[in-house]
């Protein structure tokens, strides 16, 4: 299972072209999961709902199903929180795992940068940064990057990029 990274500031457009690389690849016939890093407490389940009482009464694990899908949702109470490879071993396998966030994880990555809103550089431990993603024309390596600055708006050269970077061959 390959996996790649999609980082960057806050309102770079992370998520933007997540959901447009996932949309394109599987347009190409290739499987593709993801994970999100959240810097803050979320909730999946809705107050109230029975799997949220269950996991509110202290459930370690609430698994949620039905005939359209399954969440398995994990509470980590005082654990610390999951590295990324301990995150990945839950995954079932695909063609490809696009990771959005874990800017410190080793995964190689592409960084979106839109100047206006990124005026601080990613610390050395953000690496492997193997690409720059802009909508703008900026020097990759301001950004310690000596991969290519690919142009944010053009998905298909993105994803050309990531499965090429991943070795990964689109059937025709």
């Known amino acids: 299972m390959k996996v790649f990274g999609i980082t960057g500031w806050k309102n770079s457009g992370k998520t933007t072209l997540v959901a447009s690389l996932v949309e394109h690849l599987n347009g190409r016939g290739l499987r593709v999961s993801t994970i999100k890093h959240a810097h803050c407490d979320f909730d999946i389940d809705k107050r109230g709902s029975d ?27 005082d654990d610390a929180e999951p590295e990324l490879p301990d995150l990945l071993a839950q995954m079932q396998a695909v063609d ?9 994880g080793d995964q190689p990555k592409i960084q979106v940068v839109r100047p206006q809103n990124n005026t601080e550089v990613l610390p050395m431990d953000a690496q492997p940064i193997v690409a720059i993603a802009s909508d703008e024309t900026v ?32 059937g025709q």
């Open 96 to 104: 490809l795992v696009i990771v959005e966030g874990f800017k410190m």
């Open 139 to 170: 020097d990759p390596a301001t950004y310690n990057c000596t991969g290519p600055l690919l142009p944010l708006n053009d998905v298909p050269a993105i994803a050309d990029f990531i499965l090429a970077y991943c070795d990964i061959e689109v």
């Open 51 to 77: 799997s949220y009482l269950h996991r509110a009464a202290g459930a370690q694990q609430v698994l949620l199903a039905s005939n359209r899908r399954w969440a398995l949702m994990s509470e980590l109470r």
